[in-house]
């Protein structure tokens, strides 16, 4: 063999080698790529099939057939794909608002505004009260974030904005708590924390858009329940809970009740309890 056989022997034995490098990092891209689109489109399937799931489990386990759920997911989610995610009001959810409506509430509606988590501790054992988590939207929801983008049938539950006024999440607890609002009637109570300096604040969804759906004589009063611990620093005293009253319309009662968490509590677990005498 030449000297110069050998030379282009080597390489071309090189540069099959630099070929392979190439195949194998393209191949990798290619993995790469395929593993995040299949992550992208899974989190689309997986927030429809959570949706779905919580949606039959709320109906009723051991009811397949009969359930709607499939359609409710179609029409919830016209409210904000393809749209950017600041732009999404209330009025968007109307149409699943219209095909999942409210049972009559009458007399048992509870609304909450920085108590959560001991209104449905309470809710969740007696079926004196209900929060608007108890019924099917609020309670496929819960707790969960998602949205949509301009040009993208997809929603993703991922970098959603949350600090706009008009976003999916926010709209959405707006549009239902007011359709909440409107179906109660009799009396209507409302946990606020009595841990806070201002325990009605009128900015809250409470206290701008709830309030108001409130009219007599169909609503008689408002029970106000200030829940109290021992680091409490207000009373059914304090003069936001006087403007939450003059807020009202006219012709419904207002009562206010100073209740510890611990006496909740206890009502909640004491199932011989009368609601009525919770406070
Ligand atoms: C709600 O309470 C009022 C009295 O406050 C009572 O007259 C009415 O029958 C109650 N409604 C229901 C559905 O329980
Ligand atoms: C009231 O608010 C405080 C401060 O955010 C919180 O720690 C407390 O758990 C709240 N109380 C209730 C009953 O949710
Ligand atoms: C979104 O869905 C609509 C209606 O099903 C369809 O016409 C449109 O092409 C879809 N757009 C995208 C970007 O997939
Ligand atoms: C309505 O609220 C008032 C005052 O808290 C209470 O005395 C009455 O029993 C309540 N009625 C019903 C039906 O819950
Ligand atoms: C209610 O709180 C105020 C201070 O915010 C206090 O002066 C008043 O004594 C309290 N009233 C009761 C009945 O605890
Ligand atoms: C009572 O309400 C007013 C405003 O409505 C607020 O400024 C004040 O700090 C509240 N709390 C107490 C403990 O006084």
Redesign the pocket.
């Known amino acids: 063999m030449e000297r110069g056989e050998v030379r282009s022997l080597e390489k071309r034995r090189r540069r099959r080698g630099l070929t392979m490098a190439a195949i194998l990092a393209v191949l990798l891209l290619l993995i790469i790529a395929i593993i995040l689109g299949v992550t992208l489109t899974r989190n689309d399937d997986e927030f429809e099939r959570m949706f779905i799931a919580r949606c039959r489990m709320f109906r009723g386990l051991g009811k397949p057939s009969g359930d709607n759920c499939q359609s409710i997911w179609d029409v919830f989610q016209q409210a904000y794909i393809n749209r950017d995610p600041c732009e999404v009001p209330p009025e968007a959810y109307d149409g699943v608002i219209a095909a999942v409506p409210f049972d009559s509430t009458c007399n048992t509606t509870v609304f909450w505004s920085e108590t959560k988590a001991v209104v449905h501790d309470f809710t969740e054992k007696k079926d004196c009260f209900k929060t608007v988590e108890d019924f099917l939207l609020g309670s496929v929801l819960d707790d969960l974030v998602w949205c949509g983008k301009k040009g993208s049938n997809e929603t993703f539950t991922t970098d959603c904005p949350e600090q706009c006024q008009k976003n999916p999440v926010r709209s959405f607890w707006k549009r239902v708590s007011v359709a909440f609002g409107g179906t109660a009637c009799g009396n209507v109570t409302v946990m606020l924390n009595g841990s806070l300096p201002t325990p009605f604040n009128e900015a809250s969804m409470f206290g701008s858009d709830v309030l108001k759906t409130f009219t007599s004589p169909k609503v008689k009063q408002l029970n106000v329940v200030l829940v109290t611990q021992e680091n409490s620093?207000?009373?059914?005293?304090?003069e936001s809970l006087g403007n939450l009253k003059m807020k009202l319309n006219k012709g419904i009662g207002y009562r206010c009740s100073?209740v510890s968490q611990s006496k909740i509590e206890w009502c909640a677990s004491a199932p011989e309890k009368p609601c009525s005498l919770c406070w």
């Open positions: 620093v207000t009373n059914c005293t304090n100073e």
